[in-house]
């Protein structure tokens, strides 16, 4: 095994039972969300999962934080069985950022507190030295200047930067962004993708579900395809997009915009 | 018309002057706040500790089923304890829950206030513990994962991220409880505890002049009610003021 591995998702399963609701089951006793993912993650890759919704992409980046328990499998993480038992998930969390499709920013906190919170109650920081890397993260982003405001007085663009620098501040080994820009306007879609592009540029490990092509096209190193719960076909994106093996995502790729 | 004015003052003057009368409805309204706020104080006291095993049971159910842990048992034991307190204190009048909990479970105990102070802190729980439970799930659900994605465990959470923000969602609705438990405490003359308005019937059966001390009585209780209210009002511009 490759030790440049950060992540290796085994196996992973995650069913549930649908709702007891006749009209919508039609005799199905389990969805299968995930079916029995296999996926490497190296050290300062940027991976992008595409598919069609309802594929699992989501529910495949939020297992890797455990926001969702997967129901089988094993996701090793730094070299340790995050799904185990007692696995200690508080502290490898604090290693995974997390960017969320509606920001989910502290609405009660400035800006500034909203960065800063995590690193001084979790990592122990003083306030001074998190409101200093909070600030400089800031500037780097253009943002700076809205340090003291609170979120709902920024545009989407700007709550989604701020969502980043929030992740940023604690200082993670890898980021998972799940559709950071499906809840912005068009016209702000560039300014979040820049940061990321930057980002990725830097060498920050990267797993990116989105439905930005555009994106995966140029910044991805590797691009999963997803559909009912299974990895139909990884690649390059230049394999991905220019010479599609399945009819599944020949299919996709026909329906969406490249 | 100086014959009517005539006839109110010796009104006044029977049911209030004489015999010290207002002197005993000053010793009801005693009573009767401070039933209300140590009821209170009870009541918040219960509310957190019910509103907080509902809450970790159903958020963190899954996840603690999932660790195999043995508290999750605990915890559904507990909670299944505090869904049967809900359903009883909520189901039944409080002036049956008065009675039961004065003439049978502290029948032995001869201080009436501190009884009845008990049993609307235990009824008045009820309602707070839903009101808490409620705050706390109407923040969005997003806000709990991205302080767990942050590496809060799930108390950090609760208390540096959905606390504050369900706190001023529910301090509204958890002083206008407060105002409905003031009137509430009314009923504590059932059990013999001279509150504010078993002073102003008292003060009617001796004097048999109705509309005095009752009328009086629903005063008292209008004003304090009307001054809560204000303060309700001054509390939820100043929360407001924070955010958009």
Known sequence: MNDNVLISVKDLKKHYKPRKNKKYTDGVTKIRALDGINLDIHKGEVVVVIGPSGSGKSTLLRSLNLLEYPTSGQIIFEGLDITAPHAKINKHRRKMGMVFQHFNLFPNMTILKNLTIAPMKLLKKSKKEAEEKAMALLERVGLADRAQAYPSQLSGGQKQRIAIVRSLCMEPDVMLFDEPTSALDPEMVGEVLDVMKELANEGMTMVVVTHEMGFAKEVGDRVVFMADGVIVEEGTPQEIFTNPQSDRLKDFLAKVIV | ?244
């Not at chain 2, 706190?167 to 059932?190: C, D, M, Q, R």
């Open chain 2, 1 to 244: 018309m100086a014959e009517w004015f005539e006839q109110i003052k010796a009104e006044f003057d029977l049911n209030f002057i004489q015999a010290d009368r207002w002197k005993s409805m000053l010793t009801g309204l005693e009573n009767t706040l401070l039933i209300t706020l140590f009821a209170a104080i009870i009541g918040i006291i219960i509310g957190i500790i019910v509103a907080a095993v509902r809450t970790t049971y159903d958020n963190n159910s899954e996840s603690m089923k999932y660790n195999g842990s043995i508290s999750y048992y605990i915890l559904k034991f507990f909670n299944a304890i505090c869904k049967i307190y809900l359903t009883i204190i909520r189901g039944t009048p409080v002036v049956v829950q008065l009675l039961i909990i004065y003439f049978i479970i502290f029948a032995t105990s001869t201080n009436d206030i501190m009884v009845a102070t008990f049993a609307f802190g235990i009824n008045s729980g009820a309602y707070v513990a839903e009101i808490f439970r409620g705050g706390i799930m109407s923040i969005d659900v997003g806000q709990f994962e991205a302080g767990r994605a942050m590496g809060f465990n799930y108390i950090q959470t609760m208390i540096y991220v959905i606390i504050p923000q369900a706190f001023k969602n529910v301090l509204p609705t958890l002083l206008n409880e407060f105002i409905a438990l003031l009137k509430e405490t009314s009923v504590a003359g059932y059990v013999g505890v001279l509150d504010l308005t078993r002073a102003g019937n008292a003060i009617r059966g001796v004097t048999f002049s109705a509309f005095m001390p009752l009328i009086a009585v629903a005063l008292i209780y209008l004003a304090i009610v009307m001054l809560l209210t204000w303060l309700v009002g001054i509390v939820e511009r100043r929360l407001r003021k924070n955010e958009r």
